[in-house]
């Protein structure tokens, strides 16, 4: 069983600039980390298997919608907070803050946002406390950068819709009991929809032989004239900006998930190579390693500072989509960056499952597609600073 002895490392002081209460929710996030998720995943990842009891477990530490209120059975916190939760599961793994991620900013908060207060009533408190598992519906085979072209539909049947269509790579999909799913009605209009496990001509079966987020269950969701009551439609949004408003919550959060896998992969080269001789001399003690290290260390630091600084503008309300693709982008390819230089570091043993770099790694290339490509969220950037759209 590998041991976790992840240090904390904060080069520019930057606890200086969280509250006692980030630094609370940071210990207790990373104290069950190192208990529940660094002990098991790497098996878990081997096996391809979803650890699913830690889907409770992650509603009692309080990481489905932090930010939701709690008289929604949230946790109250701030923006900060949030992220700073996302970053230390995400250093054990990028699969299981998936599954934190999905539910809260994917499922609970288009709930909490768009949702009646009878939706609210009905699923928050039991989203927040890991008794039901959500998972959000809007790519589809043919239609993944761009959702705007969406199939899936639904129409009009007197007391009830019908929903056709089927969406892919979703996850958490075949454990879900609740999918959010957004559909085109008659008018070509999207609008969100909570499907629940077990309604008829609604199934979710496992996409499998996946290289990546292994430990992360994925599936596709397939209606076949499914019967929606029509009190399950989302009734406080319409339009592509529904799923879209969704989506800046989770790349905020995986920003600061990235970092925390950058900090894992820097922790692991750094005692890997100071305890590592070669040449009778630690290989910390040649430049090239001494490279990569101060290297790595400074581009975490940006990361940081740029994420931090993007915390307190959402908390604000001030932060705007671009920025928020503007950080996802940046510190995803950051931390692949720092993953692949990390594996070298370690020769032969960077490819084994007696460290997490080779896991992070595989990880990111799904993180680095997922939530809008890295292509994309560079266009977001150009089409901000020209005023040009290059997607038309
Ligand atoms: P466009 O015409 O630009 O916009 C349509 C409407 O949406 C508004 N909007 C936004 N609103 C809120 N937040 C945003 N980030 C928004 N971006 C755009 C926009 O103002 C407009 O509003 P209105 O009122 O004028 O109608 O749309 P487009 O069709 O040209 O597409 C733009 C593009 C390409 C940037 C967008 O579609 C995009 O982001 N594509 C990437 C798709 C994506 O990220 N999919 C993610 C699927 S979910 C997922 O991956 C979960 S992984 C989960 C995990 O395991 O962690
Ligand atoms: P495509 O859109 O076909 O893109 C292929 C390539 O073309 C990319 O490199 C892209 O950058 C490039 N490209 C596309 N358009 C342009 C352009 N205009 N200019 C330049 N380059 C372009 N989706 C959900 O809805 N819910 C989920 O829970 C979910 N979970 C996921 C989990 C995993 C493990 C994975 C891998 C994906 C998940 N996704 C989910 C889907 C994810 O959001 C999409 O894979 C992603 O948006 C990209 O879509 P695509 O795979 O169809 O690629």
Known sequence: MPTDLYE???YYLMDELLTDEHKMVR???????????????????QRAKFPAHLVKELGDIGAFGPQIPTQYGGGGLDEISYGIIMQEIERGDSGIRSTASVQGSLVMFPIFKFGSEEQKMKYLPKLASGEFLGCFGLTEPDHG????????????????????GSKMWISNSPMADVAVVWAKDEEGIIHGLIVEKGM??????EIHNKWSL???????????????????????????KGPLSCLNSARYGIAWGAIGVALDCY??????????????????????QQKKLAEMITEITKAQLLTWRLG???????????QISMAKRNNVDMALTIGRDARQMLGGMG????????????????????????????????MDVTGINAFV
Not at 314 to 322: F, L, Q, S, V, Y
Not at 364 to 380: K, P
């Open 200 to 205: 008829e001509g609604f199934s979710a079966p």
């Open 8 to 10: 904390h490392h904060d």
């Open 145 to 164: 950068s761009n959702p705007s072209g969406m199939l899936t539909n639904f129409k009009d049947a007197g007391d009830h819709y019908v929903l056709n």
């Open 312 to 322: 307190v503008l959402k908390n604000e309300g001030r932060a705007t989509p671009a």
């Open 267 to 288: 922790d692991t080269a750094l005692r890997y190579t100071k305890e590592r001789t070669q040449f009778d001399r630690p290989i910390a003690s040649f430049q090239l």
């Open 351 to 382: 490819i084994t499952g007696e460290y997490s770099i080779m896991r992070h790694m595989m990880n990111l290339e799904s993180v680095v597609t997922y939530e809008g490509t890295h292509d994309i969220h560079l266009l977001i950037t150009g």
């Open 214 to 240: 292994r430990a992360s269950i994925t599936g596709e969701l397939v209606f076949d004239n499914v019967k929606v009551p029509k009190e399950n439609l989302l009734p406080g949004v319409k339009g592509l």
């Open 27 to 45: 210990d207790s996030v990373r104290t069950w980390v190192k208990k529940s998720v660094t002990p098991i995943i790497e098996d878990y990842a």
